[in-house]
């Protein structure tokens, strides 16, 4: 099963590819908060988690999800892959760690793309367990945060992965949406990435770490990181033109969490309205895929531009 959270739509391509080679399960991860997150793995099935880098971390709603997972295995199991204790697993609160060891930084290189590809096929029956994160420039140390995660609820990504893809942070003074042929290529490397990956997660391989982790991971992650996503993953800021808005929905649509409804304004035009009520996890999907770019996010989206994945049908 592959357990996936994605806004603008980059990390669902990659998910829905792992989906078709795989041939398992593909879970929206604001779909499955809604149930019990309780779940029975066919026997050696894997379990993926994809997802965007947000803030150099794993999104808060991705966090959320893994604290409330609680995994049944039926078959066998490898450790570090997998399941512990007779394939049980359960959720407990887990309280985050944003300070870990700088030490670590320097982290033991595990075993690289091309060498991991070179091996014999992996055909061990386990639960193999991977991650993969999309980004748009690089992920910090976004992947030892999820293992942190994981290993509340006794699992381990052994194998992760990141694809650098379409910015789609457009909210601070620097970020911008890439220029056309930026997104053409970062697609185009991304499309084979994720072949080779696809390939090493289809014949189990272990230990594979293939990320992006950008110049200072540490401080990407656990300094500019810890203070985005504690600070800056609100709704408040969003605002709607309303004499650009066509009342189309599209915004309410592309919501993951249900944040956004259209309802009737003071001079009973029909707007959306965000609910200020801490479901927003800051994917932009809202904002994004507004036909008129009648939603801003502060001042400074009025200078930005707009992106989805296949928004101009290009390249899929
Ligand atoms: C709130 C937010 C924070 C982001 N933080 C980072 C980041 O720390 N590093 C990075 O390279 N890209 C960052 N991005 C860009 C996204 O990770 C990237 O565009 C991703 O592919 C979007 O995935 P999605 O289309 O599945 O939502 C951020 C995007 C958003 C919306
Ligand atoms: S309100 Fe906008 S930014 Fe927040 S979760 Fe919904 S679509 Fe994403
Ligand atoms: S997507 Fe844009 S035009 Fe459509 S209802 Fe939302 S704000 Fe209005």
Redesign the pocket.
């Known amino acids: 099963m592959i357990f996936y959270f994605?806004?603008?739509?980059?990390?669902?391509w990659a998910a829905e590819h792992l989906a078709a080679a795989t041939g398992e399960r593909l879970l929206f991860i604001p779909e499955e908060l809604k149930g019990d997150c309780r779940y029975t793995l066919a026997a050696g099935e894997r379990i993926g988690f994809c997802f965007?880098?947000?803030?150099?971390q794993p999104p808060r709603i991705v966090r959320q999800f893994i604290r409330r997972l609680f995994l049944r295995g039926q078959g066998s199991m490898v450790k570090g892959q997998g399941l512990m204790d007779k394939g049980q697993l359960s959720a407990q609160a887990c309280s985050l760690d944003p300070s870990s060891p700088r030490p670590q930084d320097a982290s033991t290189p595990r075993r690289t793309l091309r060498s991991a590809q070179r091996d014999a096929p992996h055909l061990e029956s386990s639960h193999y367990c991977y991650a993969l994160t999309?980004?748009?420039?690089?992920?910090g140390r976004t992947m030892e945060i999820l293992n942190k995660e994981l290993a509340a609820v006794g699992l381990k990504a052994s194998s992760v992965f990141s694809l650098t893809?379409?910015?789609?942070?457009v909210c601070l003074p620097f970020m911008k949406t890439d220029k056309p042929e930026r997104e053409c290529e970062k697609i185009a490397v991304a499309t084979r990435e994720l072949e080779q990956y696809t390939d090493l997660i289809v014949r189990r391989v272990p230990d594979v770490t293939h990320t992006h982790r950008g110049l200072t991971p540490w401080t990407f992650s656990h300094v500019i990181?810890a203070y985005f996503n504690a600070r800056m993953i609100t709704d408040k800021p969003f605002t709607v033109d309303a004499d650009r808005c066509i009342h189309c929905g599209q915004c309410a649509k592309a919501c993951p969490t249900g944040d956004v409804t259209m309802k009737p304004s003071q001079d009973g035009a029909v707007l959306p309205q965000w609910h200020h009520d801490g479901s927003c996890t800051?994917?932009?999907a809202c904002y994004h895929h507004c036909p008129c770019h009648a939603i801003n996010y502060g001042r400074i989206t009025r200078q930005r531009g707009q992106y989805y994945?296949g928004h101009g049908n290009s390249y899929n």
């Not at 965007?52 to 150099?56: D, K, L, R, Y």
């Not at 893809?165 to 942070?169: I, K, L």
């Open positions: 994605s806004g603008t739509g980059n990390t669902r965007p880098t947000h803030g150099w999309t980004c748009g420039d690089s992920i893809m379409p910015e789609s942070y990181g800051n994917c932009l994945f």
